[in-house]
């Protein structure tokens, strides 16, 4: 019987705990102990990783998962045990076919010339942030001024939902990815924005936008649960992947003045340092989780129908054979191909949205503020440890 | 080298077209891959092999 487990708790604040990159070096698949006391699958190198990801035998489906966390327990407990199913439109934790279906409905709006077409409204919103930052004078927090609005902007734009009624889906956005959340509170959250986006389906239904919801509606092919599951993962993908990713990456060129010379200096850097600060940053560090539908061999490990594996994304982007010396952070390094994103048919389907959105807010962020500095010391900045997606909690800083 | 694309396996990630949008680009129906080129020009056959392994699909072939 294995002793590991997963935790979340790290070392440093840009590392993956030590616990698991020492691992790493053993070879790529570990035996782990989940939370339930199932004897899973920990992942930790790269190839194995790819392999997992691209393999259709493993499932995405939650209630075939064992969880990897003692603070989720009690919630994925909820989900094996009673009546569960995967709300209609939640495609993200389906497999092939159901998920083809809806993957493919939804691509034609995310393409990388869309997302280009994107741009100018996306600059225009980042800009009227920075107006409001500047201002308002600093010290500022970050998060609440910059890394969370610019996403959350974009995406309710994108949706059609009414950003004035955000508060109707902020909060409980917050209680869905924190680790610390009661399974009762989670389940309640989930509840309530699937009420306010079921309303928003109907209203649309009636008052129909120029808005991929109401395009959606009109391609006549979802049922109103359905495009309210999809409208349920849209938008909580939207915000907090895209926010901590600029939150975290302003931390880390803050407390690495080297690279943020680098990129102050060579703005053609950007799209470069975009995908090395997803890779070497890694906001996912809980999961993805996958289940084994049958036997299958990976890495020379036998992984036996039912039994769960779990992906360990920030060691895995570091892993020594696929990008040497990936402990540290170079805007120059090629770091395309990194699992930042995910792999398989999973792989993130808003990326090119999140590109765009990380590629303008980081260079307009650096060109607006050119003197912007952390305004408490660098060990104060709140982690987000406790959280689904790994960032700060706030980032103050001033110029 | 001939690049061969299967849009029943293509999810529209949209890797291809971001890596060469010379010989990769992605349908305006359902995103999935759309061969400018299906044999790339010498120059560009490096980054039409990186687009194959980057693809997140296995929709992409080289052949």
């Known amino acids: 019987m294995t002793d590991l487990t997963l935790t979340t708790r790290r070392e440093r604040p840009f590392d993956p705990p030590e616990t698991y990159a020492r691992l790493r070096e053993r070879g790529d698949v570990h035996r782990m102990r989940y939370a339930d006391g199932h004897e899973g699958w920990l992942v930790t190198g790269y190839a194995a990783a790819r392999a997992v990801l691209a393999d259709q035998r493993f499932s995405n489906r939650p209630e075939l998962a064992h969880p990897p966390l003692a603070a989720r327990a009690d919630l994925a407990e909820e989900i094996r045990s009673q009546e569960f199913e995967v709300p209609p439109g939640f495609f993200l934790r389906t497999d092939a076919p159901e998920h083809t279906r809806y993957r493919k409905l939804l691509t034609g709006q995310f393409t990388v010339r869309r997302m280009k077409q994107l741009e100018a409204r996306i600059e225009e919103i980042t800009e009227a942030r920075l107006d409001e930052m500047e201002a308002s004078g600093g010290p500022v927090d970050l998060v609440d001024a910059f890394a969370l609005p610019i996403p959350s902007l974009v995406i309710c734009e994108l949706l059609g939902v009414p950003y004035e009624e955000r508060a109707a889906f902020q909060e409980d956005t917050k209680i869905l990815v924190s680790l610390d959340?009661?399974?009762?509170?989670?389940?309640?959250?989930?509840?309530?924005?699937?009420?306010?986006?079921?309303?928003?389906?109907?209203?649309?239904?009636?008052?129909?936008?120029?808005?991929?919801l109401s395009g959606l509606i009109e391609g006549g092919e979802l049922t109103d649960d359905e495009l309210t599951g999809v409208a349920f993962l849209l938008l909580v993908a939207g915000h907090e992947t895209t926010a901590n990713m600029l939150g975290l990456g302003t931390y880390a060129l803050l407390a690495d003045p080297a690279q943020l010379?680098?990129?102050?200096?060579?703005?053609?850097?950007?799209?470069?340092?975009?995908?090395?600060?997803?890779?070497?940053?890694t906001i996912i560090h809980v999961g993805p989780v996958r289940t084994a539908l049958e036997d299958v061999e990976i890495d020379g490990h036998l992984i036996r129908k039912g039994e769960s594996v779990t992906l360990h994304l920030p060691v895995i982007n570091r892993d020594?054979?696929?990008?040497?010396?990936?402990?540290?952070?170079?805007?120059?390094?090629?770091?395309?191909?990194?699992?930042?994103?995910?792999h398989g048919i999973h792989q993130c389907l808003g990326q090119q949205l999140a590109r765009a959105e990380m590629r303008i807010g980081f260079a307009a962020l650096l060109r607006r503020f050119p003197g912007l500095r952390l305004a408490v010391p660098a060990d104060e900045v709140p982690l987000r440890a406790d959280m689904a997606i790994y960032g700060v909690h706030r980032l103050p800083v001033t110029w | 080298m001939k690049i061969e694309a299967d849009t029943n396996v293509c999810i529209g990630a949209g890797m291809c077209a971001l890596t060469v949008p010379e010989v990769f680009d992605?349908?305006?129906?359902?995103?999935?891959?759309?061969?400018?080129?299906?044999?790339?020009?010498?120059?560009?056959?490096e980054g039409a092999r990186r687009a194959v392994t980057l693809c997140p699909s296995g929709a992409l072939k080289a052949v």
């Open chain 1, 320 to 342: 020594p054979s696929r990008f040497p010396g990936g402990d540290r952070l170079d805007v120059t390094r090629p770091a395309t191909g990194h699992l930042g994103f995910g």
């Open chain 2, 26 to 45: 992605q349908s305006e129906e359902d995103g999935t891959v759309v061969l400018l080129q299906p044999v790339p020009p010498a120059e560009l056959e």
């Open chain 1, 261 to 281: 010379t680098a990129l102050r200096d060579d703005p053609s850097l950007i799209g470069n340092a975009v995908e090395e600060l997803m890779r070497h940053l």
């Open chain 1, 181 to 212: 959340a009661r399974a009762s509170d989670a389940l309640a959250a989930i509840g309530r924005v699937f009420t306010y986006l079921y309303g928003l389906v109907s209203r649309k239904r009636e008052h129909p936008g120029e808005d991929l």
